[in-house]
């Protein structure tokens, strides 16, 4: 959420947030199928690997090496794009690192 958002109480209580700048909130965002086949709003690969750099001492390592092996190893990948958010979202040096044993 951008960080000016003031969630209720409710929403606090029942999901985890996470905060950025609102000028990079916007970033990545598509328009993806849900399980059901509607379409849902959601952010590209590219963010998604971002947000999860960013949030890494919250999130099991397991689950980082598996979404960054799981990047590398799709076709859909966009480098260029990716390495632009990391620097956006100061996560450049972390990626370097961990690309750098990926691929």
Same mark, same amino acid.
Request: aromatic fraction near 8%; include cysteine; charged fraction near 25%.
């Given at each position: 959420?951008?960080?000016?958002?003031?969630?209720?109480?409710?929403?606090?209580?029942?999901?985890?947030?996470?905060?950025?700048?609102?000028? =990079?909130?916007?970033?990545g965002i598509i328009e993806?199928?849900?399980?059901?086949?509607?379409?849902?709003?959601?952010?590209?690969?590219?963010?998604?690997?971002?947000?999860?750099?960013?949030?890494?001492?919250?999130?099991?390592? %397991?689950?980082?090496?598996?979404? =960054?092996?799981?990047?590398?190893a799709g076709k859909e990948?966009?480098?260029?794009? &990716?390495?632009?958010?990391? %620097?956006?979202?100061?996560? %450049?040096?972390?990626?370097? %690192?961990? &690309?750098?044993?990926?691929?």
């Amino acid at each position: 959420m951008p960080s000016a958002y003031k969630p209720s109480s409710k929403l606090k209580e029942h999901c985890k947030i996470y905060f950025v700048k609102p000028e =990079l909130h916007h970033l990545g965002i598509i328009e993806a199928p849900s399980g059901m086949g509607h379409s849902i709003i959601a952010y590209n690969r590219e963010r998604t690997i971002c947000d999860i750099l960013r949030s890494r001492s919250r999130i099991d390592i %397991q689950i980082i090496t598996d979404a =960054l092996k799981r990047y590398s190893a799709g076709k859909e990948k966009n480098l260029n794009l &990716l390495a632009d958010y990391a %620097q956006k979202f100061g996560v %450049q040096k972390t990626l370097h %690192q961990y &690309l750098e044993v990926l691929l």
